[in-house]
């Protein structure tokens, strides 16, 4: 363990990543989810694997473009994008193109430990004030949130349930190290499987 990790596990700081991923797919009927790289991916299978959670098992930085065209392909479904804010500041651009484009049905919740935690845990830039729910509503979004508690959790819940979007929630969790849970990993299967699962089974 480096001593950043170490570090980083003492302080604690934040709310517990794997309570807020259970809150918010707590009620999640047909929500379709788009789990980010890394360890957005960990904490959805730790809630219980379903078919239609999409994982991303690389293309880091695409969670929120992906979850964007499941959106505009599915304007009566919702969708939630759960990713980290490692991979958000790598596609901070897809945050102009999803408030040009106004999905209604889109939410964005950043998992923000102010780490990357799939390389050793190194600080990001919000660990030095750059702000992820300022950035998206500059670009637009007529929805954003800072997330530091459990009272602002049960808003951002709501807000993820049905208030029109697009919405981003920025969620303050602790770095601390959490098992890993692991969801199936063969790329083909979980696409097949979330088509299937969202537009039927082809015939045979």
Known sequence: MTAAMAT?????????????????LANRGDLLVVAGLGSPV??????????????????????????LGLALAQPKRRVLVITGDGEMLMGLGALATVAVQKPENLAVVVLDNEHYAETGMQKTHTAFGVDIAAIAKAAGFPATMTVKDESGLARLCQQVGG??????????????????????????????????????????
């Not at 980083?8 to 517990?16: F, H, I, K, N, Q």
Request: glycine share 12%.
């Open 163 to 204: 208030a029109p979007g697009p919405i981003l929630g920025q969620v303050k969790i602790s770095a601390a190290h959490v098992p890993l849970v692991l969801p199936p990993r063969d790329g083909a299967y979980v696409k097949s499987r979330f088509r299937d699962a969202l537009l039927g089974a082809p015939n045979p």
């Open 42 to 67: 960990w904490d959805c299978a730790a809630v219980g694997d379903h078919p239609l959670n999409f994982y991303l098992w690389g293309a880091m930085g695409s969670a929120i473009t992906i979850g």
């Open 8 to 24: 980083a596990m003492a302080s604690g700081v934040g709310l517990d990543r794997r309570k807020v991923v259970a809150e918010l």
